[in-house]
């Protein structure tokens, strides 16, 4: 069975630019989550949504950040404008609403020069 | 809030060795208890869980049991191998992702 699938899986950019992460979550899974992973401040929850809708979206840096979830199968993070201190491994995460285990993917990692 | 609680890291340890990382978490609710495991470039992996109190979980070689009375899931290896060293992050969550809460992580290192 397929993963969480995330694109892209590196993504070097200049500051000011827009960034767009991607996900597609595992087939049947109705909760979906956007981390964020660095050295200094560990694993942040960004936003999750329920059956496509955004539930908690407390964890969003700022106005910068938006995250989108069209369909059961794909979502988006964007960061516009991009700025070196949100260079990070984003982590798409999706689960069974009932269960609430967590089945992440292999991150992106992006790096804002 | 809800919040989890691990043991500061590095550890370090040689082959063979017995591993306890220790996990305290907030009793908010009827929480499941997870320990997820992170190799190095990847992403985390669900190592082991348990969803009531008493259960043990265990994978791999790892234990962990859901302790109420102590609010703690403490991960446990009688054996560790080099290709054990990860960073181990326990977490708490309930259904519909309500107050999912990661600890810090905790990094292993075994040497051969």
């Known amino acids: 069975d397929a993963g969480v699938i995330q694109s892209p899986r590196h993504e070097v950019t200049e500051m000011g630019q827009e960034v767009t992460l991607r996900c597609k979550p595992i087939s049947g899974h109705n909760s979906l989550f956007w981390y964020r992973q660095t050295m200094m401040r560990g694993l942040e929850l960004l936003i999750y949504?329920?059956?496509?809708?955004?539930?908690?979206d407390s964890g969003m840096p700022e106005d910068r950040f938006s995250a989108k979830m069209p369909n059961a199968s794909f979502s988006t993070l964007k960061i516009q404008p991009s700025e070196p201190r949100d260079s990070a491994v984003y982590f798409c995460a999706s689960s069974f609403v009932s269960t609430g285990e967590l089945f992440f993917g292999e991150g992106s990692r992006l790096t804002v020069l | 809030g809800d919040s989890v609680t691990q043991m500061e890291g590095p550890v370090t340890l040689s082959e063979e060795a017995f591993l306890t990382i220790n996990c305290t978490y907030t009793?908010?609710?009827?929480?499941?208890l997870f320990w997820y495991v992170q190799y190095p470039g990847e992403g985390l992996q669900l190592l082991l869980k348990a969803t009531k109190a008493d259960d043990k979980g265990s994978n791999k070689g790892f234990e962990a049991t859901y302790r109420k009375e102590t609010t703690s899931f403490h991960l446990e290896k009688g054996s560790v191998q080099v290709s054990d060293s990860a960073v181990y992050f326990c977490?708490?969550?309930?259904?519909?992702?309500?107050?999912?809460?990661f600890g810090p992580g905790t990094r292993l290192s075994v040497l051969p």
């Open positions: 949504f329920n059956n496509n809708v955004p539930i908690d």
């Open positions: 977490a708490r969550g309930l259904p519909y992702g309500q107050n999912f809460v």
């Open positions: 009793a908010t609710g009827y929480p499941s």
